[in-house]
Each structure stands twice: as C-alpha cells, then as structure tokens.
C-alpha cells in the first residue's frame, strides 16, 4: 500500500516552466542561438547547467566556452529567473494541488519533493507551501539527473520508505523514467502520448485526487 508521494514542481505544483522559457529564450538571443518551442520543451526536469549545454549545442556552440564562462551564462540565466519567479503568489499553486496535499496530510501520508531545480524553496515560498515541504531532495547532491532515478529513490530514502510504498509525480517523460526507475509507482500529470510510460496518467493536476488514484491502480 501506498504511504507516501514524492512530488516534482514545475508542471506538477505550479508553472514555472514560463519563466525559464523566458531566461533562457533571452539568453539565447544573447549566444545567437534560434530558440524553438521544441528546445523549450526540451528543458523540461533537466538541470541548469545542462539545459545550457543543449542550449549551446542546439547552436552547434557546445565548444564555444570555457567552463568558467558557462557557469557566467547559467547564472546570468538564474538572475533573470529569479527575477521573474518573485511575482508568483498561492495563486500560482496549480489547480486541486493544495487540497490533494491537505488531503494526503490529514491521512497521514507523507509527502517529498524531488525537484531539480535549487531555486525548489524559493518557489514554495512564494507559493505559500513551504510548510507543506520539509522533506527535500537536495539536487546539488545528486550525481545524475532525471531520467536516472537517483532522485526519486532519495526522495522515498528522506521519508524513510521503501519505495514500494511511495508514488511519484511527474509532468515530464524523463521524470517517469525515473520513478519507474526507483521501483515506484508513477503518476504522470499531462499528455498520455508523451506520458504513455507512467502506471497512472491524469490530464490536469485538478483530477489529482486519493479516489480518482485508487480508481486507476485497481484497474
Ligand atoms: C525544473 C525545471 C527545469 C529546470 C530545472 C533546474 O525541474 O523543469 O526546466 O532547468 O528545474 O532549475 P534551476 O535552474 O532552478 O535549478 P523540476 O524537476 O521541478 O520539473
Ligand atoms: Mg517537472
């Protein structure tokens, strides 16, 4: 049975995936590299400095720089994101997200979150979920990123879980990989096509319910 549920953010809790767009569409003009939608789409759950690097080699510049100067453009990147993210509000909290969580709570499951993002606190701070995530993967300990699942078992590890026990959610395929990875039963939030690999798919964060999960596993 499941006892805990290991959350990804953007694209499961609240969008953030605009405003990367933004800071690394603006960097890219900046390299002289064509942003396309299918390279923003590309970033999806991929870390910072390696979303640089398919940015750069979208470009065919991915030998271009020293590493000193990448690390220069990814937090220029980071700057900019920053800036962005310091508007977002409890408004941005994506539908139904909060009552699951307040409804995984007062029935004691616990909960993690397995983000790859080191701006993860930040964001549930302006969200007004920082109560809510106490138990955190902290990414800038990680040797791999998604889709390797290393993540995603440390996530149930920090719950103190088997990972049987634990169900992960996820918007990106890289992020399904993962959980599937760790032995974990995955929730995928957005298009079965792309998805097509998690145990259990909704289309929107507010069909994210314990009932509608029962209702799917017991098929
Ligand atoms: C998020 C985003 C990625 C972003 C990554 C690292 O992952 O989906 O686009 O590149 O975090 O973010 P930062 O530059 O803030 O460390 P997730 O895992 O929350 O979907
Ligand atoms: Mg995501």
């Excluded at 750069?56 to 100067?69: F, M, P, Q, R, S």
């Excluded at 298009?191 to 994210?208: C, G, H, P």
Aim: proline fraction near 4%; charge should be negative.
């Amino acid at each position: 049975d499941l006892k805990g549920f290991i959350f990804d953010l953007d694209g499961v809790i609240t969008g953030t995936a605009k405003f990367h767009g933004q800071a690394w569409h603006q960097l890219a003009d900046e390299l002289g590299v064509t942003w396309t939608e299918s390279l923003a789409n590309g970033l999806k759950g991929v870390s910072r400095m390696d979303s640089l690097e398919m940015i750069l080699k979208a470009g065919g510049k991915e030998n271009d720089y020293t590493e000193a100067e990448k690390v220069a453009y990814a937090t220029k990147k980071n700057d900019n994101y920053l800036k962005l993210i310091s508007n977002m509000t409890p408004a941005d909290v994506f539908p139904g997200v909060k009552e699951f969580l307040d409804d995984l709570l007062a029935k004691g499951y616990v909960i993690s979150l397995a983000s790859a993002s080191k701006n993860a606190p930040t964001i549930l701070k302006h969200i007004g979920l920082s109560d809510y995530f106490t138990k955190i993967v902290d990414p800038a300990t990680l040797s791999k990123g998604k889709p390797d699942p290393e993540i995603y078992t440390r996530g149930a590890e920090i719950l103190n879980l088997p990972p049987e026990a634990c169900a992960g959610v996820e918007d990106a395929a890289a992020g399904v990989a993962a959980i599937n990875g760790a032995h974990e039963t995955s929730i995928g939030i957005g298009d079965a096509n792309e998805l097509s690999a998690a145990d259990i798919i909704f289309s929107e964060t507010s069909a994210l319910t314990l009932a509608n999960i029962e209702a799917q596993m017991a098929k």
